[in-house]
C-alpha cells in the first residue's frame, strides 16, 4: 500500500483536474440521527462520483509507462467508466467500456459523451467483467481493472480531504462496491494515526463482501439484484478483502427500501442527490442511530449518477 508521501503527490495531481469536494455538517440531518453528522459530498465531483480520482491517477501513471498505449478495455457499471473516459479523453486514447445489459441509460449517455465506446453484455457487471478482460487479450488493448493500487491511491485522496478537515470522527460509513472507496479510507486513517472506526456498507442482496469478510474468505453470490447498481458486486477482490479484514470494524447490510429512505433523507435533509450507492452509508447510520447517539460520524455519499425516472419514483413514493 502507498505512504504518506505518495499520496499527497496523488492529491496535489487530481487537483490539477477536479477541485476537492465539500465535507458539510448538515443540521437537519445531525437531529434525523441524533449525533453530529458530517457528510463527504463526492457526489460535487465533475463526474458526480468519487471513482474520478482514480481514472485520472490511473491513465496518468499508466502513459508514463506505457506511452504507445494502443488504447483502453474496462468494465463498469457506470462510475467507473465514466471516471476512465474523462481520463481517457484528456489523454487522447480510446476507450472501450463493457456494461451490462440494460444498465443505466444516463450513465451509458455520459461515458459516451466523453467518446467511450459502450457495448452492452450480460447479465451483470461480473458477466460484462469477465468479457471485457477477453477482449482486450484479443486486442492488445490494455484492460483496466476494477480494483487496481493505482485506482486505490487516487480514490484515497478523498478520505485524506475528509479526515483532515473533519477529525476526530468517531467512525465513517463508506459504501463498498469492488472496494477503492473503503481501502482507501482504511490506508488514510492509518497514516493519519486515528482511531477513526471504518464501517463497510452492502447491499443486503449482494453481500458477497460481507459473507466473505464474515469468513475470512472469498465467497461468491450467484446474484446482485439491486437497483444500487454501484453496489451489485457478485465477485470480491482478494486484494481489497485482505485490506478489509484488517483495517474494518463490521460490515453492515441495508436493503433496498433503506437505502430508498435515505435517499430521501438526504434530499429533504441536504437538498444532495444521491444514487443508491451513494445514500447506501446514510441508511446504514440510520440503521445505527442509537449506538451512534451523541457521536460525531461521517458518511460518505459516493455519487449522485441515479436516472431521473427512479428519482423521481423515490421522491414520490
Known sequence: MFELTALRQAAELVGRHIPPTPQYNWPLLSQRLGCEAWVKHENHAPTGAFKVRGGLLYVDKLLKREPQLRGLISATRGNHGVSLAMAAQRAGVPLKLLVPEGNSTE???????????????????????????TLAAQSGWHFVPALHPDLILGVATYALELLEAASPLRRVYVPIGMGSGICGMIRVRDL???????IGVVSRAADAYAQS??????????????????????????????????????????????????????HEDTHNI????????????????????????????????IDRKLLAGILAG
Do not use: W
Open 192 to 198: 493519519l494515526g486515528l482511531d477513526t472506526e471504518v
Open 213 to 266: 469478510f464474515e469468513q475470512r474468505r472469498i465467497i461468491c453470490t450467484e446474484t446482485a439484484d439491486t437497483f444500487a447498481d454501484g453496489l451489485a458486486c457478485r465477485m470480491p477482490a482478494t486484494q481489497a478483502l485482505e485490506i478489509i479484514n484488517r483495517g474494518a470494524t463490521r460490515i453492515v447490510r441495508v436493503d433496498d427500501g433503506e437505502i430508498r429512505q435515505a435517499i430521501v433523507a438526504l
Open 107 to 133: 450513465k451509458n449517455a455520459a461515458m459516451r459523451a466523453c467518446a467511450a465506446e459502450v457495448i452492452e453484455y450480460g447479465r451483470d457487471f461480473d458477466t460484462a467483467r469477465q468479457h471485457a478482460a
Open 274 to 305: 444521491a444514487e443508491g450507492a451513494g445514500a447506501a452509508a446514510l441508511a446504514a447510520a440510520m440503521q445505527e442511530r442509537e449506538s451512534n447517539r451523541g457521536e460525531r460520524i461521517a458518511v460518505v455519499l459516493s455519487g449522485a449518477n
